[in-house]
Every structure is written in structure tokens, then in C-alpha cells.
């Protein structure tokens, strides 16, 4: 019994950690711009640690992963080991804001027509932010390339998580994909400034449903995009 309150006061002491840091977090949602630090992650394998596995799921809310599918919170050995990290500083004014010209994120816009072509939803393995598969980097190429060539075009990259682990495990996570997806287009040549992040961890399902398939369309990354006058 104390070592499942001491538990359930580092959990505590997380969220607590979580939402000082963040300067802004509306519905379920962490917009990178405006947040303070970018979220430390390294506080996650501090808190849920890496033994005592019974106690680690009985902490997570919303899990419900079968056993071949199983949930295994990020270390900090994954988190350095990814190929592309952040490569450059957040662009210095988040759009709505005096200075960025640019208006809030209600307006960009989902692409459509040929652009939809261009920028695809990319999927991630379960509990990573890295993109696997070859089709991905081949998606991401082709973003890049059409910013390059279109510089009145500014994007959100949006992360999006599966339904299990907790709100703010998974707002962190979210974060990950979008930035390193973001990481991807700088090291392409991209100019920082004109790519934005934003985390909706769990709240924003592309499918609802309590199952792998579900789960593996909602482990995403996608774009919204604003062409400036």
C-alpha cells in the first residue's frame, strides 16, 4: 500500500511539473510555441520507472492494450537514439501572435485537392516517434520539397496518440512525433520559422475504436497548412 501512494504521488508531482511548464494548453492540446522548456521528458522514466511493471499499469489511465500490442512507456535511451531530434529553436512567435503575421491555428487548413497528395498523414509504431517505413521519409520528402518551392506556405504539424497511458504521457509523446517530423523538414532544408508543432496527444482519434486497428490510425502525425497573401 505505500509503495502504491508513493507512486501515486510521483504521478502527482509529474503533472504538476507538466502543467508549470506549460504556458499554454487549451482542450487537450499543447501548442509548442507557446510552451516553456518544449516538456521534459526525461521526468517520465524518473517517475514510472523502468521495474515494478504491475504497479506502472495500474497507474496509467485509459490502458487497454491487448498483450501482443502492449504499451511500453519511452526511456530515456529511446529518446536519444532517434535519428533526428529538434535540429532547430522553436520559430519565435507562434502564429496569432503579435509579430508572427500569421493567423491562430483555427486557420490552417486540413490540405485538399492536390495538396492532399502531397501532404499525407504519417503513422507510427506503437509508443514511438520515429518513422519507420520508407514511405514515410518518401511523404516527407515531398512535403519538403513543395515548401521549399512555395516560401508564402507556413504548416502545423499536429501529434496525435492512441487512446492509452495517460493525458499528459501522451501530449508528450504527440509532441515527439510532430517535432520530429518537423526535425526531418528543417534537415531538408525548410526554414524553422515557417513550421509549427502542435500536440493533441489522445484527444483527436482519426478512428474511434478500442482495438489494434484503431490504434494504428491514430498513431499519426498530420499537417494543416496556410498559404500567406
Not at 81 to 94: D, L, S, Y
Not at 189 to 196: K, L
Request: hydrophobic share 30%.
Amino acid at each position: 500500500m505505500e509503495s502504491i501512494m508513493k507512486r501515486s504521488l510521483q504521478l502527482i508531482t509529474l503533472a504538476s511539473l507538466v502543467f508549470a511548464g506549460c504556458q499554454k494548453k487549451t482542450g487537450g492540446a499543447w501548442d509548442d510555441d507557446n510552451t516553456t522548456g518544449r516538456y521534459m521528458y526525461k521526468n517520465v522514466r524518473s517517475v514510472w520507472g523502468t521495474d515494478n511493471e504491475g504497479q506502472l499499469a495500474e497507474s496509467m489511465e485509459d490502458f487497454s492494450g491487448p498483450e501482443d500490442d502492449s504499451f511500453i512507456p519511452l526511456q530515456d535511451d529511446d529518446l536519444k537514439g532517434g535519428g533526428a531530434e529538434i535540429v532547430a529553436a522553436q520559430p519565435k512567435f507562434a502564429p496569432g501572435e503579435a509579430g508572427s503575421g500569421l493567423p491562430g491555428i483555427d486557420h490552417f487548413r486540413n490540405p485538399s485537392g492536390e495538396l492532399a497528395n502531397v501532404f499525407r498523414t504519417v503513422y507510427f509504431n506503437t509508443d514511438d516517434y520515429v518513422l519507420r517505413g520508407q514511405e514515410y521519409q518518401q511523404i516527407v520528402e515531398s512535403v519538403a520539397q513543395y515548401l521549399k518551392g512555395h516560401p508564402d506556405t507556413y504548416i502545423y504539424v499536429t501529434g496525435n496518440c492512441d487512446e492509452r497511458a495517460a493525458e499528459a504521457y501522451n501530449l508528450a509523446l504527440g509532441s515527439r512525433r510532430a517535432n520530429y517530423v518537423r526535425s526531418l523538414l528543417v534537415k531538408q532544408g525548410v526554414d524553422p520559422e515557417r513550421i509549427h508543432t502542435v500536440s493533441y496527444g489522445k484527444e483527436k482519434p482519426a478512428v474511434l475504436g478500442h482495438n489494434p486497428e484503431a490504434w494504428s490510425k491514430n498513431r499519426r502525425a498530420e499537417f494543416k497548412i496556410y498559404r500567406k497573401e
